[in-house]
């Protein structure tokens, strides 16, 4: 009996060390995680497909959308790392910065659904019941919604055409300001932003700082159909001038895009801005007063008498009237604007991560479990080997005793 306790004491090791690396495994390998967070959105079902539709809290990169649908949800323990995307065009990926800079804001889990599906459409998003086209989508192809599924349609709708509409920008961008209707009591400031190829940016967020003048600030805060905004202000202290800076944020064409590094998972996208300023320095024009004209003056000579015949005749001569006036014309100046360097990205807003959800299972179609698996698998067989030599050591060590 003393001659086996050895050996049953190295099985038993070995029956632990495997058993507690099938647990690890386990975890590692159960869906969804803790870690994974979703942050606005619902979980519901959309063609079949149940998942999460909203953004993600990602911890140090704040909020972000998935845009590979079908891959193991994002995890900020996979170590996500700054990444390019060589397999979207430059159009789709103006696209995508645009609908998740702009509309992937705030705490409306609607909004945060629409955002979503409008991604994957973008991206032609494969479900079960085909590719997703949200301009054909039915609200009795949603599910889990709670009671929204028409809402989030329409919202899905507006935000993919707002992409596309400017998914044709280019960087860099131009921002340029001017004075109009200089003589008038209130003249309005207009700036204009144009992308590299000088096609006005609509949309652009706007915002005025002004000294020694009150501005108007633009309601929508934001560049027209033709990239201008145009504002009245007034002097604080007419006749002197006022300077006024512009600020302007526009998406970038080029998203913020990120990979994880550690496994095989979605990638994602957060929002990425690009700021704009410029200054201009104006002053109203001098107008120089008309001058006084001079008091008109008539002269008439003395009236002359000559007699050369019985019958007088009386001749009177009288100059013509002469007036001058003498008025310098009106001059003005107009200091041209100019055009400040480009300042840093503005992030986007800000906003409060939501808790995990306590015990949801996002959908994975992939796991990267296969290295832990073969891990488990290699130490049950180490111990496999180890009973046996120690199995024949112990029967040859009997042997010789005997």
Same mark, same amino acid.
């Given at each position: 009996?003393?001659?086996?306790?050895?050996?049953?004491?190295? =099985?038993?090791?070995?029956?632990?060390?495997?058993?507690?690396?099938?647990?690890?495994?386990?975890?590692?390998?159960? $869906?969804?995680?803790?870690?994974?967070?979703?942050?606005?959105?619902? *979980?519901?079902?959309?063609?079949?497909?149940?998942?999460?539709?909203?953004?993600?809290?990602?911890?140090?990169?704040?909020?972000?959308?998935?845009?590979?649908?079908?891959?193991?949800? $994002?995890?900020?323990?996979?170590?996500?790392?700054?990444?390019?995307?060589?397999?979207?065009?430059?159009?789709?990926?103006?696209?995508?910065?645009?609908?998740?800079?702009?509309?992937?804001?705030?705490?409306? %889990?609607?909004?945060?659904?629409?955002?979503?599906?409008?991604?994957?459409?973008?991206?032609?998003?494969?479900?079960?019941?085909?590719?997703?086209?949200?301009?054909?989508?039915?609200?009795?192809?949603?599910?889990?919604?709670?009671?929204?599924?028409?809402?989030?349609?329409?919202?899905?709708?507006?935000?993919?055409?707002?992409?596309?509409?400017?998914?044709?920008?280019?960087?860099?961008?131009?921002?340029?300001?001017?004075?109009?209707?200089?003589?008038?009591?209130? $003249?309005?400031? @207009?700036?204009?932003?144009?992308?590299?190829?000088?096609?006005?940016?609509?949309?652009?967020?706007?915002?005025?700082?002004?000294?020694?003048?009150?501005?108007?600030?633009?309601?929508?805060?934001?560049?027209?159909?033709?990239?201008?905004?145009?504002?009245?202000? *007034?002097?604080?202290?007419? %006749?002197?001038?006022?300077?006024?800076?512009?600020?302007?944020?526009?998406?970038?064409?080029?998203?913020?895009?990120?990979?994880?590094?550690? @496994?095989? =998972?979605?990638?994602?996208?957060?929002?990425?801005?690009?700021?704009?300023?410029?200054?201009?320095?104006?002053?109203?024009?001098?107008?120089?007063?008309?001058?006084?004209?001079?008091?008109?003056?008539?002269? *008439?000579?003395?009236?002359?008498?000559?007699?050369?015949?019985?019958?007088?005749?009386?001749?009177?001569?009288?100059?013509?009237?002469?007036?001058?006036?003498?008025?310098?014309?009106?001059?003005?100046?107009?200091?041209?604007?100019?055009?400040? %360097?480009?300042?840093?990205?503005?992030?986007?807003?800000?906003?409060?991560?939501?808790?995990?959800?306590?015990?949801?299972?996002? %959908?994975?179609?992939?796991?990267? @479990?296969?290295?832990?698996?073969?891990?488990?698998?290699?130490?049950?067989?180490?111990?496999? @080997?180890?009973?046996?030599?120690?199995?024949?050591?112990?029967?040859?060590?009997?042997?010789?005793?005997?």
């Amino acid at each position: 009996m003393a001659a086996l306790r050895p050996r049953h004491l190295l =099985a038993t090791a070995c029956l632990a060390l495997a058993v507690t690396a099938l647990v690890v495994l386990g975890r590692l390998a159960s $869906p969804a995680e803790a870690r994974v967070t979703p942050r606005v959105g619902f *979980r519901a079902t959309v063609l079949g497909w149940t998942s999460w539709y909203g953004s993600y809290d990602l911890g140090a990169l704040g909020p972000a959308w998935c845009i590979d649908h079908g891959l193991t949800a $994002p995890d900020p323990a996979f170590a996500y790392l700054p990444t390019s995307l060589p397999d979207v065009d430059a159009d789709t990926a103006a696209a995508l910065s645009w609908a998740v800079s702009v509309h992937g804001v705030g705490n409306d %889990p609607v909004e945060a659904a629409a955002v979503m599906l409008a991604v994957h459409d973008l991206r032609h998003a494969s479900y079960p019941s085909g590719r997703l086209d949200v301009d054909v989508l039915t609200p009795h192809q949603l599910a889990g919604f709670g009671g929204q599924e028409a809402a989030v349609i329409d919202r899905a709708r507006a935000i993919k055409a707002d992409a596309l509409a400017h998914a044709r920008f280019r960087g860099p961008f131009h921002l340029t300001a001017t004075i109009e209707r200089p003589e008038a009591d209130h $003249p309005n400031l @207009v700036a204009t932003l144009t992308d590299a190829a000088g096609t006005p940016v609509p949309g652009a967020g706007v915002h005025i700082d002004a000294i020694d003048a009150e501005v108007d600030q633009p309601d929508p805060p934001s560049t027209r159909a033709d990239g201008s905004v145009a504002v009245a202000f *007034r002097l604080s202290a007419p %006749p002197a001038g006022a300077t006024f800076t512009i600020h302007v944020i526009v998406p970038d064409p080029v998203p913020a895009a990120f990979a994880a590094s550690t @496994v095989r =998972a979605q990638r994602v996208v957060r929002s990425s801005w690009i700021g704009l300023s410029t200054t201009l320095a104006w002053a109203p024009p001098i107008s120089t007063p008309p001058t006084t004209p001079a008091p008109t003056t008539t002269t *008439r000579p003395p009236v002359s008498t000559t007699t050369t015949r019985p019958r007088p005749t009386t001749t009177t001569t009288r100059p013509p009237a002469t007036t001058s006036t003498t008025t310098p014309p009106t001059t003005q100046a107009t200091t041209p604007s100019t055009t400040a %360097p480009t300042a840093p990205t503005a992030p986007g807003p800000s906003t409060t991560a939501l808790p995990p959800a306590v015990g949801a299972t996002l %959908p994975r179609t992939g796991r990267a @479990v296969g290295g832990w698996v073969a891990l488990g698998v290699g130490l049950i067989a180490s111990g496999v @080997v180890l009973v046996g030599v120690s199995r024949r050591r112990w029967s040859d060590a009997g042997g010789s005793r005997r």
